[in-house]
């Protein structure tokens, strides 16, 4: 008898195996399936990748480099099919380089968990949390490490202006010891913490569209050179009614803050020294999710993605 049970209970595992392979493959296929898609599930590029990319477009480029990178907070990649593959901001972007797969949580040996903390310290340093030099931000909570320095810094120190727009208060203390670098050393990084007052409360995302807007108005003197915000809404959306293409709520998010990043990139390209300034432009975001949260790693979490409106090399 004990046999028996025990063979049932394979059998179940193996099928519940196979079932795990055809979703996630189908999750994949559905990714690759999207427009302007440069890569595959197979040559995803890294969060760590986004650093380097930066930083080599303000070494290399031949004209005044600026660069432009909108974060959709906890955006899945099976949600981008609802947005218009010609007029969104997402997909209007990639049109001039390319949509690539991308994937969040570490790697074998240094996995960090897939919650907006390590996601963004990741993004904003190159490095994971728990690799050798890692910035050891594994979880939500924790406080960036002196080394390595964040992206905003190392421009910074090579004479660009740098701006972080942001509604997520945490982030002033799990960048703390950046914050506290670029003071010392009178360096020029903003950290813009949006607090939106009176009716502006009501849709916070709206009020961090406008101070980015304004920002990135201002040229001449103290114009900046390099900035990064963080939309909420879809993250939110997802922890209260779940992270899946078939909520509603999440996708009206999705769509509400892709027509935000269309007029913060509508502003850039508004710029009267637009033509002599050369702009990389990303779109992407810190993780994915599933049911009402993130953190593991499933397909579903650690699968991300970015824009860019040029082809993008590692």
Known sequence: ??????????????????????????????????????????????????????????????????????????????????????????????????????????????????????GFTTQFTGKWALEEGGHGVFNNGLLKKDEPRTHFVRLAEKGYVTAFHFLWGAYRSIFANDRRYAEKNGLPVEWNRCRPKGEARKNPDEALMREVIDRLSVEGEGEVDFLTCIFENTDLAGHHFGFSPDEERYREALLEIDGYARKIIETVRNRSTYASEDWLILISTDHGGRNFTHGAQSVYERTIWISSNRPLQR
Do not use: W
């Not at 432009?68 to 007029?87: H, K, M, Q, S």
């Open 1 to 118: 008898m004990k046999k028996i049970h025990f063979i049932e209970t394979i059998v179940c595992v193996l099928m519940l195996s196979c079932v795990s392979a055809q979703k996630t493959a189908s999750y994949y296929a559905a990714a690759e399936a999207l427009p302007y898609v440069k890569n595959s599930r197979d040559t995803q590029l890294k969060q760590t990748d986004i650093v380097p990319l930066i930083l080599s477009h303000f070494e290399n480029s031949e004209r005044r480099p600026k660069a432009l990178v909108i974060n959709y907070d906890g955006c899945r990649i099976d949600l981008l099919p609802f947005l218009d593959a010609e007029t969104s901001a997402v997909f209007s972007n990639a049109s001039g380089g390319g949509f690539y797969l991308m994937f969040t949580g570490g790697e074998d040996g240094c996995l960090q968990n897939t919650r907006t903390a390590p």
